[in-house]
């Protein structure tokens, strides 16, 4: 089994900070990538961004520039820092982890973006 847990997310007005943390634990061999993806209110869950075990990044390009994926290998945990957030980023967003045989995500953490 394996677990993936999101945390971080809130309230935050236009312009500001959020950062989202994600953890893997449990029965993890290897993860080949972790990614953040966000899905708004009667929109599809899209990409947010990415990241390999290797440290290769991509982004949307919606969000290029503001955000800011990391990785700690050794925790099995991905960072998202979200600065200069608009209205158009409040979403749930979610965590993906790459296995071998499969993919596992998280339960969502929502984010508002709202004055």
Do not use: H
Not at 31 to 54: C, F, H, N
């Amino acid at each position: 089994q394996v677990q993936v847990v999101e945390s971080g997310g809130g309230l935050v007005q236009p312009g500001g900070s959020l950062r989202l943390s994600c953890a893997a634990s449990g029965s993890i061999i290897r993860i080949y990538a972790m990614g953040w993806y966000r899905q708004a209110p009667g929109k599809q869950r899209d990409l947010v961004a990415r990241i390999t075990s290797g440290g290769s990044t991509n982004y949307a390009d919606s969000v290029k520039g503001r955000f800011t994926i990391s990785r700690d290998n050794a925790k099995n945990t991905v960072y998202l820092q979200m600065n200069s957030l608009k209205l158009e980023d409040t979403a749930v967003y979610y965590c993906n982890a790459e296995m071998a045989i499969r993919s596992y995500w998280g339960q969502g953490t929502q984010v508002t973006v709202s004055s």
